[in-house]
């Protein structure tokens, strides 16, 4: 089955920078999108960024300006580059994306990694 491997959390000062990594592995024929979400201690689960097959990204408003999400199509890896951190941005950080596994026909399906810590703090 597909699966998705993040990798790059760490501890870091605030105004600091993180790159995190996420690769899928499987059974692909294409990807369609691949998001990173976060989940605060205490709080809901939160989109932080999206990349669409065609180029589109969209972002929290607040990450903008700050975060910039990219994608190594031959990779099949989603990198989210993170800048000037913030203590509100700890979080565990977890890759999302749906893949086509078998061909065009595959409308897709969900798939979830199992989350990088993100630590911001002196």
């Known amino acids: 089955q597909v699966q998705l491997v993040e990798s790059g959390g760490a501890l870091v000062q605030p105004g600091g920078s993180l790159r995190l990594s996420c690769e899928a592995s499987?059974?692909?024929?294409?990807?369609?999108?691949m998001r990173w979400y976060r989940k605060a201690p205490g709080q809901e689960r939160e989109m932080v960024a999206l990349?669409?097959?065609?180029?589109?990204?969209n972002y929290a408003d607040s990450v903008k300006g700050r975060f910039t999400i990219s994608r190594d199509n031959a990779k099949n890896t989603v990198y989210l580059q993170m800048n000037s951190l913030k203590t509100e941005d700890t979080a565990v950080y977890y890759c999302?994306?749906?893949?086509?596994?078998?061909?065009?026909?595959?409308?897709?399906?969900?798939?979830w990694g199992k989350g990088t810590l993100v630590t911001v703090s002196s």
């Open positions: 999302f994306a749906n893949i086509r596994r078998r061909g065009w026909y595959d409308g897709g399906s969900d798939y």
């Open positions: 990349s669409m097959t065609g180029g589109n990204t």
């Open positions: 499987g059974s692909i024929y294409s990807i369609n999108s």
